[in-house]
């Protein structure tokens, strides 16, 4: 509990049983109320050390980070806010009180953590991400008017203003989707510096080639997508 708000992580996760306990045991219990690991079919130990390390285990056997976080979503039954987090020990989890701190406060609804305006370690974003970024970002304000300076996954969100954005997408352009109608909604946006490092393992998407162009082409798909709606 955080200042009378309920929190609750979510965490996708498939093959990551290198790095799923480090970042379960970083994650401050003193202030997050349930763990929620969302397995996505892995076939390594994953799922086994999610649950040694006292998360709540998930499945879905769809592929998809989407689909894992509204997996994730369905399963809460009461909360106040949730924190969207990686299960690759790329983020620091003991940076959560940043995140939801403005949200708790009154500040924000929504609230991203910027790997840009933190520090980042060198050759934690590869040349793909850093760049597709930019672009994914730069699109975001030309057609919506509103300068965000990352895409990035460490994010938390009021639940109630969640359930509003009534998220769709089931891959690639769950972020893009989120900050979009979260503009387009007119939720109270606020950006906070987190640091960034290289993850532990290999990257499913940005380290390969058919993963990067996959992603990307869905993400300014997404954006384009909620433009011509408008």
């Not at 649950?51 to 106040?80: F, M």
């Not at 806010?81 to 924000?108: F, H, K, M, T």
């Not at 970002?137 to 990035?152: A, E, K, N, P």
């Amino acid at each position: 509990m955080f200042r009378n708000n309920k929190v609750s992580v979510l965490m996708p996760a498939y093959n990551e049983e290198k790095s799923i306990a480090k970042v379960i045991s970083g994650i401050p219990k003193q202030i997050v109320d349930e763990i929620i690991v969302i397995d996505n079919g892995s076939t390594d130990n994953t799922a086994a050390l999610a649950v040694q390390n006292g998360a709540r285990l998930v499945r879905e056997q769809r592929r998809g980070y989407g689909v894992c976080c509204l997996r994730g979503i369905e399963a809460i039954s009461d909360t106040d806010i949730i924190v969207i987090l990686d299960s690759d020990y790329s983020d620091y989890p003991q940076q959560i009180n940043r995140l939801i701190e403005p949200i708790a406060a009154g500040e924000a609804d929504f609230v991203i953590g910027s790997r840009v305006l933190g520090r980042l370690e060198d050759g934690a974003l590869t040349p793909q991400q850093y760049w597709g970024n930019k672009l994914a970002v730069f699109m975001i304000h030309r057609l919506f008017g509103y300068r965000f300076t990352d895409m990035g996954p460490f994010r938390a969100i009021r639940y109630e203003s969640l359930k509003k954005l009534d998220m769709q997408d089931k891959d690639f352009g769950w972020n893009a989707e989120m900050q979009i109608k979260a503009v387009k909604s007119g939720l109270k946006i606020k950006e906070v510096p987190v640091d960034y490092r290289k993850r532990i393992g290999d990257s499913k998407i940005s380290g390969t080639i058919s993963g990067t162009i996959k992603a990307g082409t869905k993400i300014i798909f997404t954006i384009f997508k909620y433009f011509l709606e408008r």
